[in-house]
């Protein structure tokens, strides 16, 4: 997760990439992760990515930092532990969001944005990539959130909330199309959002703000949901409720402790390593920790 008022000033320099064109839905067949086998592995977040707000946070681009201790670096050093060659590629990109309409929504409330998921990460895929996690959402839902407290939603919040949310969610698809024309046999494990609206970063805040932050969050998690008919395994975060736990999160209240992230690595490992994950739950208390507006 990256609160989208935390950016740090990256400078990138890339080598040029042929353009990205939409691809198959799903991969032919999903790529091997198994114990003792090779794993390209691809992490594709914002802050979450380097493990912002933990005890030990990686620089970008850094493809070191074997003692990092957020949720990919546990990953990446939990499949070597079990015998597998693991090569790693980190395009997270601290401030970053999913897709350019996001992008637009920020410039209007006066917020300085790095860059988008959609646009910037999958020209660098490395076309062997075997697995790729996903983390997108928590800048996005600031973003919106911060256009209504703006007054960008007018007399129709609800509204406003959910054209965003639908335009998201068709990005997103977007987005993992663009993945899978660049890498077609990977494996795609995307994380779900929690209910921000408990998180500790909102808890001075109305009830009505938390409200509107709770309508967002539900929304963005159910459009990755939704993506599990695309062959994507999700990583249902919404409903675990240990998550929104108050030892989950950093000093900052918005970007997970050592506590979350490695719950993070927990939850999403069997996906990561084998291909297997519940479905996300449809319901569940943790969708209404305040009153729905």
């Known amino acids: ?24 839905e799903s991969p032919t067949s999903p790529s091997p992760g198994g114990t003792g086998s090779a794993i390209s592995y691809t992490v594709l977040g914002a802050s979450d990515g380097i493990g912002y707000g933990s005890s030990i946070v990686c620089a970008p681009f850094d493809l070191g930092c074997e003692n990092g201790t957020g949720y990919a670096q546990t990953l990446r050093r939990r499949l ?32 300085d944005v790095p860059g988008n998921f959609l646009e910037r990460y999958p020209p660098f895929v490395p076309p ?51 993945i899978r024309a660049r890498a077609p046999n990977t494996r795609i494990v995307a994380y779900n959002l929690p209910n921000l609206a408990g998180a500790p970063y909102l808890a001075g805040r109305s009830t009505i703000e938390r409200s509107v932050m709770q309508r967002i969050a539900t929304g963005l998690s159910d459009q990755v949901n939704a993506m599990t008919s695309r062959n994507v395994l999700v990583v249902d975060l919404m409903c675990d409720p240990r998550i929104v736990q108050p030892s989950s999160f950093s ?14 690595a ?23 920790i305040v009153p729905v507006f």
């Not at 990256?2 to 740090?8: A, D, E, G, P």
């Not at 320099?13 to 990205?20: E, F, I, K, Y």
């Not at 790729?132 to 959130?145: E, K, L, M, Y």
């Not at 918005?254 to 719950?263: K, M, N, Q």
């Open 1 to 24: 997760m990256l609160r989208s008022r935390c950016l740090l000033t990256i400078v990138v320099a890339l080598a040029a990439s042929a353009a990205c064109s939409r691809g198959p």
């Open 80 to 111: 070597a532990a079990n015998g597998s060659a693991v090569s790693y590629v980190n395009l997270s990109v601290p401030g970053a969001v999913l897709s350019p309409a996001i992008l637009d929504l920020a410039t209007q409330i006066g917020r």
């Open 128 to 178: 062997g990539t075997t697995i790729v996690t996903i983390f997108a959402g928590g800048n996005d839902a600031n973003i919106i959130g911060g256009a209504v407290s703006a007054g960008l939603g007018g007399g129709d919040v609800r509204g406003f909330i959910d054209h965003h949310v639908r335009q998201w969610g068709n990005d997103f698809v977007e987005f993992a199309s663009r």
């Open 251 to 264: 000093a900052d209240g918005f970007h997970p402790s050592d506590a979350g992230y490695a719950l993070m």
């Open 266 to 288: 927990e939850l999403a490992y069997p996906a990561v390593v084998n291909g297997t994950a519940s479905l996300p739950a449809p319901s569940c208390p943790a969708r209404t």
